[in-house]
């Protein structure tokens, strides 16, 4: 089978390579790969700025945002031939750790983890995959192509889960949340602001386009220029960050009201150094209650919640998001971000 490979560490590494087949476990779902998202981390491995290969191993499959049909299901593990799948990516620690243990993976104390296309367990990024029953989760096959979303959504549903326990620590009840960032996690963010019925803002840099307009769709607004023009006098309660930029992540810190949260999504290159008053930071922080804190990867809980968020969410403004399809032999090109893509995803059976 045809699948897409990278050695991580090393650029210009990428391509489509014939693999053998993957041969199910006992109890794994043999599965047709339909379709891979491809984000910021698939980009950052195949320039050889991230990932790690499973052991003994130089090459990594590639692929963590998938999408498919089951092909052959162990009996008895809920799953039948047919059903539309996606996969977890993360597997717990083998030590565990105590978050591990009680399935938070996502929390993980050790950071000996392994993600599937990410760290040290081959991806979803193949025209075949296995996966262990435990790890597949069920969408409802009238999502079709649009189930390549969920696990961006997975990501947003775990950032809202916990913005909501935090919040949970004191009087709570939000009205104003912010967006940084216009991409498919902002977009998403903004989505689940709206479900819960908050009054949202989204801010990027593009002027015009898809991106407005998608805001807009969901009756929210959308800006472009810096924190302080978006919000006015009076901060959000809650800022979700999702461009990793920086100067946005101390400005969000800044402009959050008084026992608001800020949840950054972003991740952050390096190597960028920026002024900032920290001790007018801190002393802010303290006296209005702020929490600022970072959200990573979703454990099967909030796959459950991602479930529900899309099968609530309008199909056509869904539909919309996937601004790219490219046939599997034709990887390279979606590893090559262009300024309109919201999400460029990977037709794995063309
Ligand atoms: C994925 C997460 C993963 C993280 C770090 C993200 O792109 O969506 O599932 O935990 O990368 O590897």
Redesign the pocket.
Known sequence: MRAITVEPGQKGSLRVEDVPDPVPGRDDLLVQGLALGI????REIASGE?GWPPEGHDRLILG??SLGRVVQAPAGSGFTEGDLVVGV??RPDPVPCGACAQGEF?MCRNNRYV?RG??QLDGFGSERWTIEAGYAVKLDPALEYLGVLM??T??LAKAWDQIERIGARAWFEPRRVLVTGAGPIGLLAALLGRQRGLEVAVLDRVTEGIKPELVRALGAEYHTGTIAEAVGDTGPDIIIEATGAGRLVFDAMEKIASGGIVCLTG?STSGRDLRVDAGAISREIVLENNVIFGS???NLRHYQLATVALAAADRSWLSRLITRRIPLADVAEAMEPDPDDIKVVVDLTA
Request: net charge negative; charged share 35%.
């Open positions: 984000c910021g981390t698939d991230y963590h945002e990516v993360r996502d993600e990410i760290k696990e961006p997975t990501v991740v990573v990867n979703a």
